[in-house]
């Protein structure tokens, strides 16, 4: 349920084929948003129709990372989200002026949520990713009940100490009914100029916390892969262009390539 009667959600019509991932972390700075834009844009250049809602309604930065300055435009009713690398952009950031700051409680980010999925016209979407705020808040529940389809794909680095706080983000999944699509570990390692490795951030969180959350959920939870760390995916992320399409050769490039061909 949710929207208005007289429209709801196009993405909870029964004959919506259109799947559904919120993108989830423990905390922030893990690389949440920059996962989800390159799965975005790694999708769409596989010729997917793709959309993303930035529903990280207090650090918005999905605009930033696409290179979007341009603002929804309207027709009629509905809201037209702007397009920036063949994906369908909405976020709660296009909507407030200039850099201010959202203080908002529960009722109204539902509410604001609510209106993004019910107004928003994303036409056909074979994917919708959706950029929730780090933790357990009040956004995740409202996505639940908004969206209950939306799968969880769940960021973490190989630290374990994110790791812990990741895995009460999937958790939410026993609450909430939802399914957990898979685990992300980001920020793996650094390849260093000699070609070899080091683990800045330890190693082995993903694969902890997709062990763990297997056994929170009662289903089997992949971690579906590693991105090492790399100077050209947060270039990519400053300049709006995300390194699946920047560095499509780079290894942080074709680990994301090949989680999006899991989705
Ligand atoms: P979150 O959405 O979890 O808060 P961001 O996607 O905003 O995290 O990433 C936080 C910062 O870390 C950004 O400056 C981003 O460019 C950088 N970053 C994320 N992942 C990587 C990576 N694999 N290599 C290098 N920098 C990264």
């Known amino acids: 349920k949710g929207g208005s009667p007289e429209r709801g959600i196009p993405f909870n019509d029964e004959n919506s084929l259109t799947r559904v991932y919120a993108v989830a972390s423990g905390k922030g700075g893990v690389g949440k948003s920059s996962v989800t834009v390159n799965l975005a844009c790694a999708l769409a250049a596989r010729g997917l129709r793709v ?4 529903a990280d309604i207090y650090g918005f930065s999905v605009p930033g990372l696409m290179g979007i300055t341009q603002n929804p435009t309207r027709v009629d009713e509905m809201i037209l989200p702007p397009v920036a690398h063949d994906v369908k952009v909405i976020s709660i950031g296009m909507f407030v002026a200039g850099n201010q700051p959202v203080a908002w409680r529960g009722p109204m980010l539902h509410r604001a949520l609510e ?11 074979d994917i919708l990713l959706l950029d ?13 009940q908004l969206l209950p389809k ?21 958790a939410i999944a026993v609450q909430t009914g939802q399914k957990v699509a898979g685990v ?7 390849t260093l100029p000699d ?3 080091m683990e800045v951030f330890g190693s082995g969180g993903g694969e902890i916390l997709a062990k763990r959350l297997t056994q929170t959920v009662n289903a089997p939870v992949d971690l579906l892969g590693q991105i090492p760390l790399d100077v050209a995916l947060r270039e990519g992320g400053d300049a709006g262009l995300p390194i699946v399409l920047s560095e499509p050769s780079s290894a942080a490039a074709q680990a994301l390539t090949a989680i999006a061909a899991k989705l």
């Open 51 to 54: 959309g993303i809602v930035d």
């Open 195 to 197: 070609g070899s490795t």
């Open 184 to 190: 992300i570990e980001n920020m793996s390692f650094l």
């Open 132 to 144: 929730l705020p780090p933790g357990t808040g009040d956004v995740a529940i409202s996505v639940a």
């Open 115 to 125: 209106q993004f999925l019910t107004d928003v016209y994303f036409g056909d979407l």
């Open 150 to 170: 939306a799968e969880i794909l769940v960021v973490s680095t190989p630290q374990a100490a994110a790791a812990d706080v990741a895995e009460r983000a999937g």
